[in-house]
């Protein structure tokens, strides 16, 4: 912000991109991103885009794509920030693959945090002192075991259950 407030939308992860969808508008972005880890960054210029759109249909369709799924994890996000309380918000991202994965017998699982508690705090809209609250209480009802960016989920239905 105009201010010096950051707010961190997402989090990208290896062979993702982002800010697409700014190729398109003849404004200044409003966003910026930083590395967290080692990385290599390929920037594509606009008129790269907009000529491999008008060469590949299909490009132009992978791209819309991309952009839908990343309005829909917006709207998810607003929806959260309305609707849910903290507690829950936090539940929602350590449980955010679990529908995704195989059924299995196992009702635990190990989540790696992809980024420092304090960036997905900010990418919850949480303070650093609430999440690390909220996480310390998940411990000691014995739903989660922190160690260290990894944080063991001992019973996933107890822990989609908790605080709803």
Same mark, same amino acid.
């Given at each position: 912000?105009?201010?010096?407030h950051?707010?961190v939308?997402?989090?990208?992860?290896?062979?993702?991109?982002f800010?697409?969808?700014?190729?398109?508008?003849?404004?200044?972005?409003?966003?910026?991103?930083?590395?967290?880890?080692?990385?290599? !960054?390929?920037?594509?210029?606009?008129?790269? +885009?907009?000529?491999e +759109?008008?060469?590949?249909?299909?490009?132009?369709?992978?791209?819309?794509a991309? +952009?839908?799924?990343?309005?829909?994890?917006?709207?998810?996000?607003?929806?959260?920030?309305?609707?849910?309380?903290?507690?829950?918000r936090?539940?929602?991202?350590? !449980?955010?693959?679990?529908?995704?994965?195989?059924?299995?017998?196992?009702?635990?699982?190990?989540?790696? !945090?992809?980024?420092?508690?304090?960036?997905?705090?900010?990418?919850?809209? !949480?303070?650093?002192e609430?999440?690390?609250?909220?996480?310390?209480?998940?411990?000691?009802?014995?739903?989660?075991? +922190?160690?260290?960016?990894?944080?063991?989920?001992?019973?996933?239905?107890?822990?989609a259950?908790?605080?709803?």
């Amino acid at each position: 912000s105009p201010a010096g407030h950051e707010k961190v939308i997402e989090i990208v992860s290896a062979g993702q991109s982002f800010a697409e969808a700014l190729v398109f508008l003849d404004k200044p972005y409003i966003l910026s991103a930083q590395a967290l880890t080692d990385t290599v !960054l390929v920037n594509v210029s606009k008129q790269g +885009i907009v000529g491999e +759109i008008r060469q590949d249909p299909h490009f132009a369709l992978h791209m819309l794509a991309g +952009i839908s799924r990343r309005l829909h994890g917006l709207i998810q996000d607003v929806e959260g920030y309305a609707l849910r309380n903290g507690m829950q918000r936090l539940i929602g991202f350590l !449980l955010r693959d679990v529908a995704n994965e195989s059924p299995t017998d196992a009702n635990t699982l190990t989540v790696s !945090l992809p980024a420092s508690k304090a960036t997905i705090a900010s990418r919850l809209s !949480l303070t650093p002192e609430y999440f690390s609250r909220v996480l310390h209480e998940l411990e000691s009802h014995h739903l989660i075991q +922190i160690d260290k960016r990894d944080i063991h989920i001992i019973d996933v239905k107890r822990l989609a259950s908790y605080g709803s």
